[in-house]
């Protein structure tokens, strides 16, 4: 009877620690917007990383049924489930104190909100750097990221991205391509880009941006046309953390000079406005080896209004 009653203490805290966690829905590019706001007001998420995995959309819950017939293994599944359910205890009353906490903020109120950081060593580094310009083009890699989302053709987004980012994106993207399903991304409006960190590794810069926007995002069966997810007068606003790279070779061309950039496979010269792919010898030229290339999303917030 003992050994039952804690077998079932752990299920029910585990079914409601399960339930306590915010729902993930498939919505703009990454699977980052959800069918619930997360982190309150401009706050929280799911990430995606170019040396990472990430599955975007849904959660399942798959119980496990155990047999044994010996009496110590027994013993020492029992103990195990015992500190399960102390852990789930101990996340619940996390989760549960952190949501108080959300719904006590005024509804729309702002978080804090990072200071830029004026990346004064990059600067000295590369002195045609402009942040002004590279703030434009964080702003103008989101729109297009969610305008190929959209359309279903992720092609133009390999000069943007890493190797590792465009793969994994990709493959999300395939899922719907494979499930018929499109997910719109409409009225989309960049409301504020910003560096928070500058640092440098071995190889590259670092350069750290938030990003903020609204959207609007749905999601319809292509044969139908039918509702499956999202809302297409609800606006959301999302907080994104992007994470660009760039070799340390590398500086920023004078204004007005031409950046010449040849395959490392066949020498041939590449055009890198459309593809970073080589159209002689078809070679994929590694984003980020000549330019500011994204190599990983974190998701900070969601806050959804009307419906």
């Known amino acids: 009877m003992r050994r039952k009653g804690v077998c079932a203490l752990a299920a029910l805290l585990a079914v409601l620690c399960f339930l306590s966690?915010?729902?993930v829905g498939h919505a703009d590019a990454g699977f980052f917007s959800g069918s619930a706001d997360y982190g309150g007001s401009y706050s929280g998420g799911s990430s995606v990383s170019g040396g990472g995995s990430y599955s975007g959309g849904g959660s399942s819950f798959n119980p496990v049924v155990i047999f044994v017939d010996d009496e110590e293994q027994a013993e020492d599944i029992w103990n195990g489930l015992i500190l399960i359910a102390a852990v789930v205890v101990c996340v619940t009353?996390?989760?549960?104190r952190t949501r108080r906490k959300q719904q006590s903020?005024?509804?729309g109120a702002q978080p804090t909100i990072r200071q830029s950081v004026d990346p004064v060593v990059l600067r000295a580094r590369d002195p045609n750097f402009s942040l002004p310009a590279f703030l434009e083009k964080a702003a103008n890699d989101y729109v297009q990221m969610q305008r190929c989302w959209q359309e279903k053709d992720?092609?133009?987004?390999?000069?943007?991205?890493?190797g590792a980012l465009?793969?994994?994106?990709?493959r999300q993207l395939e899922e719907l391509r494979r499930q018929g399903r499109?997910?719109?991304v409409e009225r989309i409006a960049v409301l504020g880009t910003r560096v928070v960190e500058y640092r440098q590794d071995e190889v590259n810069d670092i350069l750290t941006v938030e990003v903020r926007a609204r959207i609007v995002d749905y999601t319809l069966e292509d044969v139908t046309g039918a509702l499956v997810a999202g809302s297409r007068t609800a606006e959301k606003f999302m907080t994104y953390?992007?994470?660009y790279i760039r070799s340390k070779s590398e500086l920023t061309p004078k204004p007005g000079e031409k950046r010449e950039i040849h395959c490392p496979n066949c020498g041939a010269p590449l055009s890198i406005n459309k593809s970073a792919k080589c159209e002689y010898c078809?070679?994929?030229?590694?984003?980020?080896?000549?330019d500011w290339a994204l190599t990983a999303i974190r998701g900070i917030s969601q806050e959804t209004r009307g419906a």
């Open 241 to 243: 953390e992007w994470t």
């Open 282 to 290: 078809g070679q994929v030229l590694e984003a980020g080896a000549y």
């Open 182 to 184: 499109t997910n719109y």
């Open 21 to 23: 966690l915010p729902a």
């Open 105 to 107: 903020r005024p509804r």
């Open 154 to 162: 992720w092609e133009p987004m390999r000069p943007l991205l890493t």
């Open 93 to 96: 009353f996390f989760v549960f």
């Open 166 to 170: 465009y793969a994994q994106m990709e």
